[in-house]
Nanobody, 115 residues
Framework: QVQLVESGGGLVQAGGSLRLSCAAS????????MGWYRQAPGKQRELVAS???????NYADSVKGRFTISRDIAKSTVNLQMNSLKPEDTAVYYC?????????WGKGTLVTVSS
C-alpha cells in the first residue's frame, strides 16, 4: 500500500504564494505519473497539474503560468508551487499517483485564498 501525504496548505491573501508538497512512502521513480487535483466546495474534483515519469507536465488552463509542478526523486516528493493565487484557487488539494497499475490518493490539504 502506497501512502501519499500532502503538506503546505494554509491561508494566504490573493496574489500570494504557497508551495504544496506530497511525500510518497515509496520511491516515485516507480510512478508512471503523479499529479495534483483540487476540489472546491460544491464542485467536482479537477486536475490541476500532472507530471509523467519522463518529466512531461500538464496544467489546467486556469493555472497555466501561475503554478509549477516538480518532483524530487531523491526525496520521493512531488511539489506544486502556486503563485499569484486567486480566491477561486480555494480548495482542498489532493496528491494523486499511479504505481504499478494502481491509483493512490492523499487525504488532501486545504488552501484558502482570501480576497
Amino acid at each position: 500500500q502506497v501512502q501519499l501525504v500532502e503538506s503546505g496548505g494554509g491561508l494566504v491573501q490573493a496574489g500570494g504564494s504557497l508551495r504544496l508538497s506530497c511525500a510518497a512512502s515509496i520511491s516515485i521513480f516507480s510512478s508512471n505519473a503523479m499529479g495534483w487535483y483540487r476540489q472546491a466546495p460544491g464542485k467536482q474534483r479537477e486536475l490541476v497539474a500532472s507530471i509523467t515519469s519522463g518529466g512531461s507536465t500538464n496544467y489546467a488552463d486556469s493555472v497555466k503560468g501561475r503554478f509549477t509542478i516538480s518532483r524530487d526523486i531523491a526525496k520521493s516528493t512531488v511539489n506544486l508551487q502556486m503563485n499569484s493565487l486567486k480566491p477561486e484557487d480555494t480548495a482542498v488539494y489532493y496528491c494523486n499517483a499511479h504505481f504499478y497499475g494502481k491509483e493512490y490518493w492523499g487525504k488532501g490539504t486545504l488552501v484558502t485564498v482570501s480576497s
